[in-house]
């Protein structure tokens, strides 16, 4: 798994923005800002959709005036469904990204199977990256929702 002062892998991250697909290299997604980069098991799931991306679409501004240059979801799903749930949660100030096959969730060590519910997945997480490194992490225990909220990073800040 990722650790704290390490820095984060390199890979492509995807994108609906406008109507256009767009693909994101994680190393210049990352370079030169600080990011809040927050994962989530599925889009339009119970907790994900009640709690954790709101509470970041709530917090956008406050994130943002402790200099938070860019503020991610991200989920192991496509980016038409990334862009829709954005959408359905007035998630404006969110990049959300999409991992569609896992494969920067595997590289992030944050991957879990689980089978029936969608197959791979991602943990429940949120972390600070600075210029690339991350600087603050926060890790879910599985089918919690404690230690990745908005509020936590805002303290972390």
Known sequence: MIEENKPMPSGELSQLK?????????????????????????????????AHLPGYVVSADELKAKGVDAIICLSVNDAFVMNAWGEA?????????????????????????????????????AMVIENGTVTNQH?????????????SILKAL
């Not at 980069?37 to 009640?50: D, K, Q």
């Not at 100030?93 to 991602?122: Q, V």
């Not at 879910?140 to 509020?151: N, Y």
């Open 89 to 125: 949660q007035n998630a404006e100030n969110i990049m959300m990204l999409a991992d569609g096959d896992g494969s920067y969730t595997k590289a992030l060590g944050l991957s879990m199977e689980t089978a029936g519910f969608g197959g791979l997945r991602s943990q429940r997480y």
């Open 18 to 50: 406008d109507g256009n697909m767009i693909t994101h290299n994680t190393d210049e997604l990352f370079a030169n800002k600080k990011v809040v980069l927050f994962a989530v098991p599925g889009a339009f799931t119970p907790t994900c959709s009640a």
């Open 139 to 151: 890790v879910e225990k599985p089918k919690e929702f404690e230690v990745s909220t908005a509020e």
